[in-house]
């Protein structure tokens, strides 16, 4: 039994289950897709995008040479923030914002563009763990329910009890099944290696964050060295 025959000829439980899992494979395929353009280069771009900006001989240029190399805007955000802060650091000195020194500010600014930045990487990742863990159960579901229904309908009917009368409707209630792991299987498959991807763009991004900070913070005042002991008078 296809799946539109289940739409169209099953009952009503049949035709939500055979439903529900059609469109838990459609969201997650374009999950899959969409999280598929968005990590295409992987590291790779990410790694090229800090090193041109490091080669870069200001944060005008920067911005300019990410435009190449940043595809999917992971880098640039950072950059645009820190550029952002440095500007408006005389305008904005009336402000909260602007209240603390200069590494608790560039500290704020930068922890907002990265969490940005780890928010597009981590969306629709419990989507497909969702679709994954729930799929094959919600076909399992399509499928006991099939399996109750054709027994119900075998009880109902006239004559002994053969194999041919069991193994056809049983053997389309089993179709939920196969259905329910269809779905699942993509969904896991695809998690397990966006999650591998993201760590490894989080720890580069984390990495280029701390550096920023290293290199445009203020450098902690020097602690003066305790004086040293007064030496006892001679007697």
């Known amino acids: 039994m296809s799946v539109l025959e289940l739409l169209t000829h099953g009952d009503g439980v049949s035709r939500s289950v055979a439903a529900l899992l059609l469109a838990m494979s459609i969201s997650s395929w374009v999950v899959i897709l969409w999280k598929g353009w ?68 560039l500290t704020r600014v930068l922890r907002e563009a990265l969490h940005g930045a780890l928010r597009r990487l981590q969306a629709g990742q419990i989507l497909l763990a969702t679709v994954g863990a729930t799929a094959p159960f919600v076909g399992l579901l399509g499928t006991v329910w099939g399996i109750y229904g054709a027994l119900v309908g075998i009880a109902g009917q006239a004559g002994g009890f053969t194999i041919d009368k069991v193994a056809g409707p049983v053997g389309e209630a089993l179709v939920m099944t196969a259905f329910g792991l269809a779905v699942a299987i993509p969904a896991v498959l695809a998690y397990n290696v966006f999650g591998r991807v993201i760590g490894r763009v989080e720890a580069e991004l984390e990495g280029f964050a701390h ?13 003066p060295a305790p004086p040293p002991p007064a030496r006892p008078m001679p007697v």
């Not at 800090?50 to 040479?65: G, K, M, P, V």
């Not at 805007?73 to 904005?92: G, I, K, M, N």
């Open 38 to 105: 968005l990590l295409r280069g992987g590291t790779r771009d990410v790694l090229r995008s800090i090193a041109a900006f490091w080669q870069s001989t200001s944060l005008a240029e920067a911005e300019q040479r990410l435009q190449a190399f940043d595809r999917s805007a992971l880098v640039l955000p950072t950059v645009a923030a820190l550029r952002q802060a440095a500007a408006s650091q005389a305008q904005d000195a009336a402000t909260l914002g602007a209240a603390g020194d200069r590494n608790q500010r």
């Open 211 to 223: 550096d920023l900070l290293g290199s445009f913070g203020e450098a902690p005042a020097a602690v």
